[in-house]
Nanobody
Framework: QLQPVESGGGSVQPGESLRLSCAASDRTLNYVTTGWFRQAPGKERESVACIGSRDQIDYAESVRGRFTISRDSANGTVILQMNSLKPEDTAVYYC???????????????WGRGTLVTVSS
């Protein structure tokens, strides 16, 4: 099963960092296309970052230079390191995986339940 599970959300102040992790319930995510998405209150879900099956990486312009997506190959998980967090980063963050070579936006095959990130002073 490629059912993803997110962890690592929480509440931080502006400028601080958080690290989100995505794991599959019973298999490794190594070489699996994995994306991070977020949905802020009252807004549509948007793509944040994606790592394809060949490790090609893409970021939303709003997080480029602040967020880093990577694989923890030893543990078979995908990490989203979020630095210099801003209040506008507040959202529920979802991990999604797909059997295709790259992310497909809202058409990703499997979705996690999400983890809340709150950035507030």
């Amino acid at each position: 099963q490629l059912q993803p599970v997110e962890s690592g959300g929480g509440s931080v102040q502006p400028g601080e960092s958080l690290r989100l992790s995505c794991a599959a319930s019973d298999r490794t995510l190594n070489y699996v296309t994995t994306g991070w998405f977020r949905q802020a209150p009252g807004k549509e879900r948007e793509s944040v970052a994606c790592i394809g099956s060949r490790d090609q990486i893409d970021y939303a312009e709003s997080v480029r230079g602040r967020f880093t997506i990577s694989r923890d190959s030893a543990n078979g998980t995908v990490i989203l390191q979020m630095n210099s967090l801003k209040p506008e980063d507040t959202a529920v963050y979802y991990c999604a995986v797909d059997t295709w070579v790259t992310c497909k936006g809202d058409d990703m095959d499997y979705w996690g339940r999400g983890t809340l990130v709150t950035v507030s002073s």
